[in-house]
């Protein structure tokens, strides 16, 4: 077996080995218990959880008090799956190769953005002092795939590299921040759920 | 010359003195609170910081301390470190954070000096983590440890010995409502006007904030106005009519089950088909949203804002409302727990349209309102009554850009923290609840009048 065909397997073993991270923690989270809402309900869950997702994500201060900080971090978590989209097509379509025009300004532009956000992260004092290394690290982490995946797009002979990286990468997101990919959506069902339920959400009363 | 001994404070003794029982007893009724929702909230938190200008402790007071993310960081990272693998193999790394003596002194800062729990950080900002909820669940394991601070856990035990936080005696109660009743009679120039005391099989239970027959009984006649004039079948209990429920504040459950199972058990025996919250946020908050939880059962029986059944009046014709009654320019403040976590948001509105001449809302309002600063207990617990009082100055200005005379107010609570803003401030605001306004608006019939 070539290099490359190894780290091809490597690459598709350490997703394997996150995903299944990632449904243990899962699995780990709902073994606490649900919280069954024993109030009645004075608005519809159904239509927080429907804000929470849509209206709710663009009306929030955050967004409109820090723009560029929102519009860079859809860009950063755009790119990063269009980078997993983009690896995955390099290890299992080779044959195929994806189409470099679309990849190549999302990955870059990603890759700008996440450094940025490092840098931000690193300059702001209140921020630093928040933040814990895996904030640091997460962040470069995932900066430096974005850089291999566009690097590669030019420079096709980067392919060991940019698989040695992503396998470190697969292994590192179940133990760190880069969870909250998945549990960022259902804090955000919760939320709908919980605040729809009361009527606070905007277009879920049942009364007014 | 013969030296005074300096007096301990038993609360600091405490804390200085925790053994490694306490850390366990607090762990251990954290780790109970926590459900998969909070779990979650765990790992959702990225420290990005946009919840900073979210907090109107941190905008006044600008430390890192106030930032909703730090707060909520001192509560997950301990919760990461003790109850998360990443967490104990990694430890800081991933800002895990031993629950240590000074860990809890940090916590009783953060989470009771520093934070309202008015959920503004919840709703506007972040990912939609319940930040609040997350810190009440911390406060409650300090208070399995007996760390609650002292004024506030006094508040509590005055209304669990008492019957209610001022620890109003049955008697006085009983005589202000006399006094009260008295006061309608004149008011309505009708001498058969009652305000009804245990009265069996009425539809509704009325309950009150005891600073209501204490400080402001006037509040107590502008309820009984609008019942009067909407001919409702309501009734007060001689005993249990406290609506509020400190126990919300210090995270103790028990103890707020106890008070929220004193209404309910009161409306049962009085046979009331609805139980009435008077204008109380976290009174509102307590018993319509989580008494269920905290008693776990469903209630069989509404549980309504005052709010909601005199907006019922007015839109069923039932009483009569004149604005010019209300001349004075008024403004509304949204209290937290009643607006942004409760859900009653129009009803004060309709109402003071329909009872004011010139109704002006604040900005931001609603859901997006800022906290005045007087809730989560910090009314009660005076040692952190500097800060409380440096985190009004969002809510000052709110109110002084709309030079309005009189500002409304459905929270006891709020109803304080806006008058000692309005003395700090220099506002010269009168504060006011709503249906003391609805009441000085409220048109009596002509027969009862003349009667």
Known sequence: MTLIGLLRILTIASAAFSFAALVFLISHTFAFGRREYLSAPRGYAGNGIIYAFGRGMLEKESVALHRPTFIGGILYHGAIFAGLLYLFWTVLLPKIGPPLWAFRPVLLAGAAVGMSLLIKRAAKPHLRRLSCPDDFFANLFVDVFLVLAFAHTVFPSLEPVLLFVSILLFAYIPLGKIRHCFFFFYTRFVFGLHYGRRGALPGSSREA | ?451
């Not at chain 2, 104990?88 to 916590?107: I, P, Q, S």
């Open chain 2, 1 to 451: 010359m013969e030296l005074t001994p300096v007096k301990k404070d038993p609360y600091e003794e405490k804390l200085q003195h925790l053994t490694d029982a306490d850390i366990a007893l607090i762990l251990a009724e954290f780790r109970r609170r926590f459900r998969s929702a909070d779990v979650a909230a765990v790992h959702t938190c990225v420290r990005c910081g946009l919840c900073a200008d979210a907090c109107h402790y941190y905008l006044t007071n600008g430390e890192l301390e106030d930032l909703p993310a730090y707060k909520l960081n001192l509560v997950v990272g301990v919760f990461k470190r003790h109850f998360t693998t990443a967490g104990k193999l990694f430890g800081r790394w991933t800002g895990a954070k031993k629950l240590d003596a000074a860990m809890v002194r940090e916590w009783v800062d953060a989470l009771f000096g520093r934070c309202r729990g008015c959920g503004r950080c919840t709703i506007k900002f972040t990912t939609g983590i319940n930040i609040h909820a997350l810190i009440r669940a911390a406060r409650g394991a300090l208070a399995a440890a007996g760390l609650v601070p002292p004024e506030l856990q006094s508040t509590v035990m005055t209304a669990v010995e008492q019957g209610n936080n001022m620890g109003i005696p049955r008697q006085e109660w009983l005589d202000t409502v006399a006094w009260i009743e008295e006061e309608l009679q004149a008011e309505t120039g009708d001498p058969q006007a009652r305000i009804p005391i245990d009265a069996k099989g009425a539809r509704l239970l009325y309950t009150v904030n005891p600073r209501e027959p204490k400080f402001f009984p006037l509040s107590l006649l502008a309820a009984a106005k609008l019942f009067y004039a909407a001919g409702e079948s309501w009734t007060f209990s001689s005993d249990y009519y406290d609506v509020t429920n400190y126990g919300l504040y210090s995270g103790d459950d028990a103890h707020a089950g106890l008070l929220s199972d004193r209404l309910v058990k009161a409306r049962e025996d009085l046979g009331a088909e609805v139980l009435v919250l008077g204008e109380c946020g976290h009174g509102f908050a307590s018993t319509r949203w989580e008494a269920p939880q905290w008693l776990n059962k469903r209630f069989p029986f509404p549980v309504r804002s005052v709010l909601e059944v005199a907006a019922d009046y007015v839109r069923a014709g039932q009483i009569s409302l004149d604005p010019s009654r209300n001349p004075k320019p008024i403004t509304l403040h949204d209290p937290c727990n009643l607006v942004r976590l409760g859900g009653v948001i129009e009803e004060q509105r309709y109402l003071l349209k329909k009872a004011a001449a010139n109704f002006i809302e604040m900005t931001p309002n609603r859901q997006k309102n800022y906290c005045c600063g007087g809730g989560g207990g910090q009314l009660a617990m005076t040692r952190y009554a500097k800060r409380r009082l440096a985190s009004g100055r969002i809510k000052a200005e709110q109110i002084r850009k709309t030079e309005a005379k009189i500002v409304v107010a459905p929270c006891h609570n709020c109803i304080d923290q806006l008058t000692e803003l309005s003395r700090e401030y220099k506002l010269g605001t009168e504060v006011k609840t709503v249906i003391e306004v609805v009441a000085d608006a409220i048109v009596l019939p002509r027969k009862t009048s003349k009667s």
